[in-house]
């Protein structure tokens, strides 16, 4: 029975958190930070919530069941579990995340020293896609050539940046925002959304399990565990990186308080501490960062489209690829403002089934259970998906009077009073049935 070396698995982790750490990971943190200020803890508790802990538990409830979605979601049905699959794989790949890798480094790295113009942004994404499919075509040797030689690079370039934020900030914690003034912990918790991690932990699971096996491990039970540590160790990277960033942006109030996101706080900081080779740095680690993020992205809907559809893997990848380069190419403003709203409706899909799925056990009917809990889910998620729009007045106004639901959470609430029914429900249907098989 093959099983991996200590070296083999720390590279496994860095792996995965080169996967996690993309475009959303870097420029979400400074500018929630630069809100935050004094208030920056309770809103980096928040974040790292939904930034940090939702992913890993994801990674774990995809470990538990084999390490595809298609199982995650079995419960629902062949029908919904693969409608829900489609739309979080079309998310998190060529409609708003892989397409948004590409143009937040070349805003964050290459447009410093080009400019901002159509021309420099397409030839860029040309280069930056020709070397993502280059990567994603040859699946089986992500480990060696993302784990062992890009992460270290990686890694290099964020133990300098996130060492200038803790020892040369840019000067002391600002002031708190309105939006973070009241309550810093669920603003935070939202903000963590933006990364698309949770989402990302969905379509990466199968990335991870196949980097595992193509290793030599069939055994189920280390393909659990080593996907669990991969988990963990990308964790803890991420925390560290989320902590730093998060106080690069509080205490740069000073230098980039007019600062509209978190590509206008990194780059000011950097411009700030170190000139001209503070921007090669940073162009570095965004490129980096973004590269190894496309690639798992692309390489999961390969996995899966392929799987679902009568195409080649190559041919999935290859088509994803040129359709997430015409859509770079509109541009990082149009692309979040698109995004925010199918996040706001897929996230508490995505939490849910998660939160379902850890708990299986628990649950002597799992249809029975998940069913309707997700069902709920999907009308109240919508609803708040839909307030995030300028259509928002077409959402029924009693929505707007349910707990939290101005943060955008308005679906716990609904939620957790179906799952209590029906977890009652289950419990005395079960019985009936254990007494009449008795």
């Not at 999961?300 to 799987?307: D, M, T, V």
Request: charged letters at 10%; one cysteine or more.
């Amino acid at each position: 029975m093959t099983r991996l070396q200590g070296s083999d698995l720390l590279a496994l982790g860095f792996m995965t958190f080169a996967l996690f750490l993309g475009a959303g990971n870097i420029i979400f943190p400074p500018s929630a930070g630069l809100a935050a200020g004094e208030n920056l803890l309770p809103a980096a508790l928040g974040f790292l919530l939904t930034g940090v802990g939702l992913p890993l538990l994801t990674v774990v409830a995809l470990a538990r069941v084999g390490g595809g979605m298609d199982l995650l979601t079995a419960p629902l049905g062949k029908v919904a579990g693969a409608v829900l699959a489609v739309a979080v794989y079309l998310a998190i790949g060529p409609l708003f995340a892989t397409p948004r890798t590409a143009v937040v480094s070349f805003e964050m790295g290459i447009a410093p020293f080009t400019g901002n113009e159509g021309a420099p942004l397409l030839i860029y994404t040309l280069v930056y896609f020709a070397a993502v499919l280059f990567l994603s075509l040859n699946p089986g040797r992500l480990v060696d050539r993302i784990g062992k030689f890009i992460t270290p690079v990686l890694l290099a370039a964020l133990l300098v940046l996130g060492g200038a934020a803790l020892f040369a900030p840019a000067g002391e914690i600002g002031v708190v925002a309105d939006s973070y003034r009241e309550a810093p912990l669920v603003q935070g918790f939202l903000q963590g959304y933006l990364t698309m991690d949770t989402l990302g932990a969905l379509v990466f699971g199968i990335v991870i399990a196949s980097a595992i096996r193509d290793r030599g491990v069939s055994d189920a039970g280390l393909v659990t565990r080593y996907s669990v540590i991969a988990g963990v160790i990308a964790a803890i990277g991420l925390s560290l990186v989320y902590l730093a960033l998060f106080y690069l942006g509080a205490t740069s109030q000073g230098i980039a308080g007019d600062a509209q996101n978190g590509v206008q706080v990194l780059t000011t900081y950097v411009q700030h501490t170190f000139g001209t080779t503070g921007s090669l740095l940073l162009a570095v680690v965004i490129t980096l960062a973004c590269l190894t993020t496309a690639v798992g992205l692309l390489t999961a809907c390969g996995e899966f489209f392929s799987k679902l559809l009568p195409v080649s893997y190559r041919t999935v990848v290859i088509v994803f690829g040129l359709f997430s380069l015409v859509v770079a190419n509109q541009g990082l403003t149009q692309l979040i403002s698109f995004s925010i709203p199918v996040l706001v409706g897929l996230y508490p899909l995505a939490i849910v089934l998660v939160a379902l799925s850890l708990a299986n056990r628990l649950w002597v009917s799992q249809s029975l259970v998940f069913v309707p809990v997700m069902a709920v889910t999907l009308i109240f998620g919508v609803a708040d998906g839909v307030a995030a729009t300028p259509w928002a007045d077409k959402v029924p106004a009693w929505f707007g009077q349910l707990p939290l639901a101005g943060q955008s959470l308005g679906w716990l609430l609904p939620v957790a009073v179906t799952l209590v029914l029906v977890v009652v429900l289950d419990r005395i249907l079960g019985m009936r049935q254990s007494a009449t098989t008795a």
